[in-house]
């Protein structure tokens, strides 16, 4: 009986060893992580960099076809700018990292000519190109239907790699066309927008 009882009680020590060991592997999994292999936090600046070598420098801001405001949201031209930093709002407050597949407000660290936020958000189709292109003045917070276009989504991309998804999950009963974000060069300008091909990401903490 006492060999029974001491055998009963390692086992019960062993499980929820192997639980803890098991949900911890599968949180870590579901973080954004930076080049340093640091987790992506909320409000902390990191840089969006390509990457594949030779295809252009960090995000930034810029305008395109004739429109001052809202700016868009375009990679620059050479590889060695990094381009402006930006922040990751998540939709729930709490979250105290980036994680994977959730949605966040993404906003440049800048200050511009225009009388809008530095937010990203998803403008509407646009003539005479029939695209969608991603554009400043999002509304920060708030997550529902009337800011359904604000919401921009981290995914990976093969291991290692990652890109940016507009898909947003913050209204249950809205019908939204979903897609990968990527540049589309136009005249010589990258600008983003869905194109219906992914953009390798990765993110570099600001020093």
């Known amino acids: 009986m006492k060999f029974q009882f001491h055998l009963l009680s390692i086992s019960l020590l062993i499980i929820p060893l192997f639980f803890s060991v098991s949900t911890s592997h599968t949180a870590a999994s579901d973080l954004v992580y930076d080049t340093d292999g ?7 600046q990191y840089y969006i960099l390509p ?21 868009y949201v375009a990679q620059e031209n050479l590889e060695i700018k990094r ?33 809008q936020t530095t937010a990203w958000r998803l403008g509407d189709v646009e003539s005479p190109t029939s695209k969608r292109y991603v554009i400043t003045g999002g509304f920060i917070g708030n997550p529902g239907q009337e800011t359904v276009s604000n ?5 990976k991309l093969g291991n290692k790699d990652y890109k940016l998804v507009f898909c947003p999950s913050v209204c249950k009963t809205c019908k939204v066309l979903c897609g990968d974000v990527d540049v589309l060069n136009e005249g010589g300008k990258r600008v983003l927008g869905l194109g219906g091909e992914s953009f390798p990401v990765m993110f570099k903490k600001k020093d």
């Open 51 to 71: 990457v594949i070598r030779g295809h252009g420098g960090g995000l930034t801001m810029m305008p395109h076809h004739n429109h001052l405001c809202p700016l």
């Open 151 to 155: 919401w921009f989504k981290i995914e």
């Open 83 to 115: 381009g402006l930093p930006l922040i990751f709002r998540p939709a729930n407050p709490k979250d105290q990292v980036i994680r994977l597949s959730t949605d966040h407000n993404i906003e440049f660290v800048a200050v511009t000519t225009c009388v």
């Open 38 to 44: 640091h987790p992506l936090h909320p409000g902390k």
